[in-house]
């Protein structure tokens, strides 16, 4: 029961500042921002990268694409420089899928660190604000929005999956992962998607079918990915600073690995708009 309530209380503190920072394009920025610095340090921890430039890099990128975009008016440097990056973003993304699939463990020759924590975690926070001042309007809708599918797909695919699961959907990484808390999750995401669309018509009923089917997908690849990282690691959760949850990371692995895959449907739902 203690251990629920704590689990309780920590959640309501962080929903809640996520909450209170979707009201302003500045406070989000910068929450995302103080996010993407807490998981770089639990990150680096799971992949034992001790060299500091990576917080320089993080900052810096984060300054380029998160700061500006909210704080300046766009321009063309700026919107090549973020599809430039999405690229390599995802290219490295599923080529982290690839290790997921193929490989006992995924290699982290040392430049490779250097990678993950520019195009996979760093990226994440920066196409999560993009996200949220998407073409340079402020559009907090849409990152709320994908965080409530995450937890509509977590909680689903936990709670069916621990009543009515048999097959196991990747035991090595995860043993608790069951197909049918997967497919359970994937389908109230779905089903949300559509409750979502009857408040809001920024997408149409298809389009936010197709964002809860990106996010259910990416967001359980990006769990299993980091259960990967922490299983590599020999540690149950990736830091301390959520009591009953873990760390910061552990409930954000979902929403960043997906978020530069819905930022790119975004864009193309967009251009073909």
Not at 212 to 235: H, M, N, W, Y
């Amino acid at each position: 029961m203690k251990d629920l309530v704590t689990r309780g209380v920590s959640g309501i503190i962080y929903a809640s500042l996520l909450l209170f920072a979707l009201n302003w394009p500045y406070t989000l920025v910068i929450l995302l921002f103080v996010f993407g610095m807490i998981c770089l340090i639990e990150f680096k921890k799971l992949i034992n990268l001790k060299h500091p430039i990576s917080y320089v890099i993080f900052i810096s990128l984060y300054a380029i694409f998160g700061f500006w975009n909210v704080l300046f008016s766009s321009t063309e440097v700026l919107d090549e420089a973020i599809k430039v990056l999405l690229v390599i973003t995802i290219f490295v993304l599923l080529l982290l899928i690839k290790d997921l699939f193929s490989e006992k463990t995924i290699p982290l020759f040392h430049s490779k660190r250097f990678i993950l924590t520019i195009f996979y975690l760093s990226s994440g926070f920066i196409f999560l604000s993009l996200i949220g001042n998407f073409n340079h309007e402020f559009t907090p809708v849409y990152v709320l929005v994908s965080f409530v599918l995450v937890w509509v797909n977590d909680t689903f695919a936990y709670l069916i999956g621990k009543n009515f699961g048999k097959q196991k959907l990747f035991e090595s990484v995860s043993p608790k992962k069951t197909v049918e808390g997967f497919l359970g999750g994937l389908f109230f995401a779905c089903v949300t998607s559509y409750i979502v669309y009857i408040f809001n018509k920024d997408l149409s009923s298809t389009n936010w079918l197709f964002l809860a089917i990106i996010i259910s997908v990416f967001g359980t690849l990006g769990d299993l990915i980091e259960s990967k990282f922490k299983r590599q690691a020999k540690v149950k959760d990736s830091g301390v600073l959520m009591p009953g949850h873990g760390g910061l990371l552990d409930r954000l692995d979902s929403i960043i690995f997906a978020a530069p895959f819905i930022y790119l449907f975004l864009r193309i739902v967009d251009y073909v708009s």
